[in-house]
């Protein structure tokens, strides 16, 4: 594999990395900013200037705050060449590439980062990683607009585009996925092979692209981890009424007028009006507003009710959490009573029942060691991405024992389309008369 690769919008050089090839932060899209602030993502205009992706550059603009108790800064740290600017410059993607392979076209795992659409990044520790690599399944993960700059609703961006309104961060998602259909042949990469994957936020943004039915043809199977579900449960149905609300109060704390004057607040100040913003919604006990937003174009309606529908895009699903990811109690959860759970579950029975497409249902129920945080939320990213070894817990030979067995469930899954192989144990469709769940524990 060779670490200067040629496409139509320019040549990029990547890096050795053990046994993979890494090209970071490739920009998917025109930078949106100045007269781009707030409007869809513009695709990104060829170069004959070769590009330098041996580092990465930039973090989506996002408040930075003193955490109260540290647990996520802990558990995933940016430090060295992780902890990079935060900017609005920041439509990038990141590839690894197998170094050795023999399949002229790989499979694609297309993975979207969490963090409440208002935090995160695509090159977060966790996601540091070979383990894909070495068996040949090329790994993509990507930057969106988060927060304020990603679903702002107003009356001024209504008139404007009422296509993209308050849903500028999915469609970023969805440019990259264009992105990737151009451009991965030139890595080696099968544009019909491609598994979208998210955790979190990211799966509610799998979520999203399943229903909104632009992605269709961009990808053949979805992985949706601590974040999808039937009812959804993490991601809030805002009306229009509602976000435009939000979306004056935000513009009067920022003291603008006009969208051209919007447009030309520097990125601090919109950071430090989100920050104001989003503490006034906690005083006032409001939900905050970062997510996708039913706009009648992006989505034409909930998630939920994408799913009563039989909207949602039929590829076969791997969807899952964590027993820990909302606690309602610590009995009941190791009972596999939580509500993500039994979401999980209704999710697939839905499938099954409108669309004839049950899915791959998981439970992740290890106790990571080193504190008494349990199987919380976002824990299984470490098993799942195979990259526990930049982890700080005292982890066990079970602890590699278990990635190792997950990375290879998700990895059939990318290649076939079926988590489960003639070297695994079975993992069956969750069926109404069959509940079949794989749970996964030391």
Known sequence: MDTRIKT?????????????????????????????????????????????????????????????????????????????????????????????????????????HGGGFGSGTGHEIEFITEAYAKRGIILITINYRLGMTGFLVHPWLIEEDPAAVGNYGILDEMMALEWVQENISHFGGD???????????????????????????KYCAAIAQSGSGYPQILAEDFSMEEAIENGKRYIELLGVTSLEELRQVPAEKLMEGQREFINSCIAERRKIPFGPIRNGYVLKEFLTES??????YPVPTIIGCNRDDILISREKASSLESRMYRSNLAYSFMNEKIQNNPAYVYFFKRELPGDGAGAFHSGELWYTMGSIKHC???MTTEDFHLADQMVTYWSNFVKTGNPASSDTEPWEPCKLEDPFVKIFDI
């Open 8 to 112: 139509k919008y320019g040549t990029y050089i990547g890096v050795e990395e053990q046994e993979a090839i890494a090209f970071k932060s490739i920009p998917y899209a025109q930078p949106p900013v100045g007269a781009l602030r707030y409007r869809s993502p513009q695709k990104l205009l060829p170069s004959s200037e070769e590009y330098d992706a041996t580092r990465f550059r930039a973090r989506s603009l996002q408040c930075v705050w003193d955490a109260s108790d540290g647990f996520y800064e802990k558990e995933f740290p940016l430090e060295g060449e992780l902890n990079v600017p935060i900017s609005e410059d920041s439509l990038y993607l990141n590839i690894w590439v197998p170094k050795h392979h023999e399949d002229e076209k790989m499979p694609v795992l297309f993975y979207i």
């Open 307 to 312: 799913i009563e529908k039989g909207h949602l």
């Open 392 to 394: 700080w817990r005292p």
């Open 191 to 217: 544009p019909a092979r491609v598994t979208i994957c998210g955790q979190s936020a990211g799966a509610i943004s799998v979520q999203a692209i399943l229903a909104s039915r632009f992605g269709d043809g």
